[in-house]
């Protein structure tokens, strides 16, 4: 919004100042401080409308220390991060940029699952809330339409070499252009490896070159796998105060370079990353949901006067396997998104493991003392502000591991 004001300014009346809001790093600037003040300032009124509406947490016991003393703790706190993060990305990005557009109707999408998820827990006073298939119906929704979008759109292309013509390529030069331009494309990065470029076309080609306009049955699926993996990791990360929040903002933060580095056509040739045309302007919805997430925290580090609830956590991981995909770092999550993965894994094999022995001994045998795993350390008496600041360290750890697959091939 105010980005279109200033250009007009700009035009018409040559306003001091006005060029600045051109550039991606003074809007995320902006983005960063606006989201910031919002979720601090805004987020005490939030809480206490939440608490007189008693949108309060109802707690399974589950023998874990400290546990009581959360009950009616305020819920739904997710409404914090979505408006801090949309009314800085309203102001400041373009709204006509089709990865905005995208992240947009991601969160919107997410919050709104997670909202209905939070109200009928409160409104049964269970911990059950909508049903596990509505849930996932949403959130292949949510990766169906990101699929869909980023294979289609005719706006969502990279820049690589192309094969042209002389008579194009006097074209191109007498036009000011390179010799790599944009097209549609499947491709996406590879971390580690020296030729990091990964087309899933591959994955069906080699049975017939005919069928690369089939990649669509491919890369669809794998989207939606992704959407709907990383929002439960964030889901069931979101236990104890403060984890969700600030591993989450890590990961973000993180990928705000990423996105960066790939909306910038001189450091993505640099750094020989593929460069993806428009994708720089995510880092304000990035860094918009990055201040957000920070401002969260604190009303929510330990001990927390809300809770994230499901508006929060299943927004928080859409929103992020959505930026992945986009910037087409996806193969970067199970690093960048560890903490969300190694908890999602102690859930699988204890669940795996316990109905295995049980089938086979007949009584069910534990992995973990308790999962995920973070509930796992506070059965070992392990006080949870300090469980929250071990896992933050290995997330900051990991974080830095995937930023140095930049130049490590």
Request: charged content about 15%.
């Amino acid at each position: 919004m105010l980005y279109y004001l200033f250009e007009y300014l700009e035009n018409e009346y040559q306003f001091p100042g006005a060029s600045l809001f051109q550039f991606i790093t003074f809007r995320a600037a902006m983005a960063i401080i606006v989201s910031l003040l919002i979720s601090t300032i805004y987020g005490k009124r939030i809480i206490g409308f939440l608490r007189k509406q008693q949108m309060g947490e109802s707690i399974r016991e589950l023998g874990l220390e400290g546990q009581a003393e959360k009950a009616g703790t305020p819920t739904m706190g997710g409404i914090i991060i979505i408006l801090a993060t949309l009314v800085p990305v309203l102001l400041f990005a373009k709204l006509d940029n089709i990865y905005v557009i995208l992240l947009i109707v991601a969160t919107l999408w997410m919050g709104v699952i997670g909202f209905t998820d939070d109200f009928l827990k409160i409104k049964r006073k269970d911990k059950e809330g909508l049903a596990g298939k509505f849930k996932v119906i949403g959130q292949v929704g949510l990766g169906l339409i990101v699929g869909c979008t980023m294979y289609f759109h005719n706006d969502i292309t990279v820049r690589q070499e192309k094969a042209v013509s002389d008579t194009e390529q006097v074209a191109m030069s007498q036009d000011g252009s390179d010799f790599k331009p944009a097209v549609k494309s499947t491709k996406t990065t590879l971390p580690f490896f020296k030729n990091n470029e990964f087309d899933y076309a591959d994955l069906i080609t080699w049975i017939s070159p005919d069928l690369a306009k089939y990649a669509w049955l491919i890369f669809i699926p794998i989207v939606i796998f992704i959407v709907t993996a990383v929002s439960n990791g964030a889901n069931l990360t979101d236990g104890i105060d403060g984890l969700a929040a600030g591993s989450s903002a890590i990961i973000v933060l993180t990928l705000a370079l990423f996105a960066w580095v790939s909306g910038n056509i001189i450091f993505s040739d640099y750094l020989n990353v593929m460069y993806i045309p428009n994708s720089g302007e995510t880092t304000i919805f990035i860094t918009a949901f990055a201040g957000a997430l920070v401002g969260f925290l604190w009303y929510n580090t330990y001990p927390a006067q809300v809770f994230m609830g499901d508006t929060g956590s299943l927004t928080i991981g859409g929103i992020i396997a959505v930026i992945a995909i986009a910037i087409r770092k996806e193969f970067l999550i199970p690093i960048l998104c560890g903490i969300f993965f190694i908890e999602t894994l102690s859930v699988m094999m204890q669940v795996s493991w316990f109905k295995y022995t049980k089938k086979k001994h007949g009584e069910g045998r534990r992995i973990f003392l308790m999962s995920p795993l973070h509930h796992h350390y506070q059965k070992k008496g392990i006080h949870e502000s300090k469980i929250v600041a071990r896992f933050w360290i290995v997330g900051i750890f990991l974080a830095i591991i995937a930023v140095i697959t930049l130049k490590v091939r």
